[in-house]
């Protein structure tokens, strides 16, 4: 079974620029989530989907991040303009449902703002 | 922010020995789960527990939750070189959907 895919595996950009990221769940999964990950911190949710619609997205900050989820199955998570404080991994996840357990976590994808 | 908080923030052990991890939370939860990453790794499930479990076992992992102190532990016995990694809890919320990640235990596992 193919594991949740993301790309880019790493990014370096100039504030103010802009940067999406990428992600393919888990064939069937319905649920998916973006984290953020501040190095040396705990995983923080910036948006859960349900199918194509959005669960919580009560942390994404929405002057400057904005996700969708085209047809239900990819994902794409774009920053415009990006902060210096947006440097982190950005981790996306699949469930097989909602609140059932076990997330399947990609490889994340490392954004640097200089 | 963040639900779960860890204790401690780092350990390091002789490879053989037992390592404990401890998560303490701070409102309802419908299960409480342990993950493993790996440095520059995404996060691996490691064991699930429910609200209405005290106990669980899965190879070397040992998870025990006390709802009455909010708290639980991840026990890892005969620890490997190969354990070396950071351990987070993850709280599923009563009533929500979110899964809520505490800041990890660094783990390192000395040969």
């Known amino acids: 079974e193919a594991g949740v895919a993301q790309s880019p595996r790493y990014k370096i950009i100039e504030k103010r620029q802009s940067v999406a990221f990428w992600c393919n769940p888990i064939s069937g999964h319905a649920t998916l989530y973006w984290y953020q990950q501040i190095l040396g911190q705990g995983p923080k949710l910036l948006i859960q989907f349900q199918n194509n619609g959005v669960v919580d997205d009560s942390q994404l900050p929405k002057d400057r991040f904005s996700a969708e989820r085209l047809k239900g199955v990819d994902s794409t998570l774009k920053i415009q303009p990006a902060k210096l404080e947006d440097s982190a991994v950005y981790l996306c996840a699949s469930s097989l449902r909602q609140n059932t357990g076990e997330l399947f976590f990609g490889e994340g994808s490392r954004l640097t703002v200089l | 922010s963040q639900q779960g908080e860890e204790d401690p923030q780092a350990l390091s052990i002789q490879e053989g020995e037992n390592a404990t991890m401890n998560c303490s939370y701070k409102?309802?939860?419908?299960?409480l789960q342990w993950y493993r990453q790996n440095s520059g790794r995404g996060l691996v499930h490691l064991i699930l527990?429910?609200?209405?479990?005290r106990e669980k076992h899965s190879g070397r992992l040992r998870v025990t939750l006390d709802t009455s102190k909010k708290s639980s532990s991840l026990l890892i016995t005969a620890s490997r070189a190969a354990d070396t990694a950071s351990y987070f809890c993850?709280?599923?919320?009563?009533?929500?959907?979110?899964?809520?990640f505490g800041k990890g235990t660094k783990l390192s596992v000395i040969p």
């Open positions: 527990i429910r609200s209405n479990e």
């Open positions: 409102t309802s939860i419908n299960n």
């Open positions: 993850a709280t599923g919320v009563a009533g929500s959907y979110q899964l809520t």
